[in-house]
């Protein structure tokens, strides 16, 4: 296809395609664009696909409509709703309350002072381990101890732990 005649078949239909998406669409800019889309479309199936199309104005009109539907569609997936405030109150407030919150703060308190009740090393191995989430293996890479000390260390301080915790943070 000549551009002469892409140009002739464009100011032919372009008014009238861009009428019927508007129509559909309710939005001119969006039709103006699509418009677009359809006569590159066409211009891309006579030259690309070297086939030529044989109802001009049909094809226009059936790639503007699927231009159209596949762009509702889109919208479609991108669009969400907000639940309705009768969903909103059905569903559990899992914000803990203050008392929650207060008995939170005294554990995180109980452990700390447990913490630091032990000694520098155990203390060190344990907070590699089981805050920092090293293994056995690296914390005694990172000390250059035996991985038998890591575990002998890492039993001490939680017996401890377990016990400061359980007896409410008061050490025997």
């Given at each position: ?6 140009k ?9 395609l ?11 800019e ?10 590159l ?8 696909d ?15 409509h ?5 762009h ?13 405030s ?11 309350g203050?008392e929650?919150?207060?008995?939170g703060?005294?554990?995180?308190s ?9 000694p ?7 907070e ?13 890479q990172?000390l ?7 575990q ?6 939680l ?14």
């Amino acid at each position: 296809m000549t551009e002469n005649a892409l140009k002739k078949l464009y100011l032919s239909y372009h008014r009238e395609l861009q009428a019927y998406l508007t129509n559909k669409l309710r939005d001119p800019e969006l039709a103006a664009d699509l418009t677009q889309e359809a006569f590159l479309r066409y211009a891309e199936k006579n030259t690309v696909d070297g086939s030529t199309v044989l109802h001009d104005r049909s094809y226009l009109y059936r790639t503007a409509h699927n231009l159209a539907v596949d762009h509702i569609r889109q919208q479609a997936r991108r669009r969400t709703d907000a639940p309705g405030s009768d969903v909103l109150d059905t569903m559990a407030d899992e914000t803990p309350g203050q008392e929650a919150i207060t008995l939170g703060r005294e554990r995180l308190s109980q452990l700390t002072a447990a913490l630091e009740d032990l000694p520098s090393r155990t203390r060190q191995i344990f907070e590699l381990n089981r805050i920092d989430g090293l293994s056995y293996r690296d914390v005694s890479q990172r000390l250059d101890i035996s991985e038998s000390s890591v575990q002998k260390h890492l039993a001490k301080a939680l017996l401890h732990v377990t016990r400061c915790l359980r007896d409410g943070g008061k050490l025997q």
